[in-house]
T-cell receptor
Framework: DTEVTQTPKHLVMGMTNKKSLKCEQH?????MYWYKQKAKKPPELMFV???????INESVPSRFSPECPNSSLLNLHLHALQPEDSALYLC????????????FGSGTQLSVL | GIQVEQSPPDLILQEGANSTLRCNFS?????LQWFHQNPWGQLINLFY???GTKQNGRLSATTVATERYSLLYISSSQTTDSGVYFC????????????FGKGTTLSVSS
């Protein structure tokens, strides 16, 4: 199984809503990542979890809150987002943080109204 | 920080043509990867290639780490090859993740 599964595929939310994005992998990978991608731009790293601990936070605003409940799951909790946060949110995993052959999920297309 | 430059930014091909995409990077790297993002947004890892040459079907890649560049070759292109090709590098410094280039957008027409 070489899949990274993300849910939901699409999400529309208002600026006062609270929602969560979910990501799951069963490849035994110990590093998991959240990326944000705007149209016609490369993915931008948001967070890295290594062995279930947050190892990189790329100065992401606190309205984005990551959580890694176990080695297979990664969540991104969203609260009080702005319209400019509308983007494709991609989850990825790799064997570990130094062996970074990345496998990406299909993403969640988020629209903030 | 390390700079990653991809060329060309855009490429239009007829089905069956061959092409070469280039990735230059400004400092030594721990690894280099090529990705294809299809029109539906799915990113596929094509190659993990810190050095040397690898082949996978019609695609092959070569990284010359000492000269700080990598090439992705696509032979006999098909319409399904359309999308954006990203090169991404991991700098040697500990605690740094992959840095993506801006990508090459490929359009293959039948």
């Amino acid at each position: 199984d070489t899949e990274v599964t993300q849910t939901p595929k699409h999400l529309v939310m208002g600026m006062t809503n609270k929602k969560s994005l979910k990501c799951e992998q069963h490849m035994g990978h110990r590093a998991m990542y959240w990326y944000k991608q705007k149209a016609k731009k490369p993915p931008e790293l948001m967070f890295v979890y290594s062995y279930e601990k947050l190892s990189i936070n790329e100065s992401v605003p606190s309205r984005f809150s990551p959580e890694c409940p176990n080695s297979s799951l990664l969540n991104l909790h969203l609260h009080a987002l702005q319209p400019e946060d509308s983007a494709l949110y991609l989850c990825a995993s790799s064997q570990d943080e130094r062996n970074e052959k990345l496998f990406f999920g299909s993403g969640t297309q988020l629209s903030v109204l | 920080g390390i700079q990653v430059e991809q060329s060309p930014p855009d490429l239009i091909l007829q089905e069956g043509a061959n092409s070469t995409l280039r990735c230059n990077f400004s400092d030594s790297v721990n690894n280099l990867q090529w990705f294809h993002q299809n029109p539906w947004g799915q990113l596929i890892n094509l190659f993990y290639i810190p050095s040397g040459t690898k082949q996978n079907g019609r695609l092959s890649a070569t990284t010359v780490a000492t000269e700080r560049y990598s090439l992705l070759y696509i032979s006999s292109s098909q319409t399904t090859d359309s999308g954006v090709y990203f090169c991404a590098v991991q700098p040697n410094q500990a605690g740094t993740a992959l840095i993506f280039g801006k990508g090459t957008t490929l359009s293959v027409s039948s």
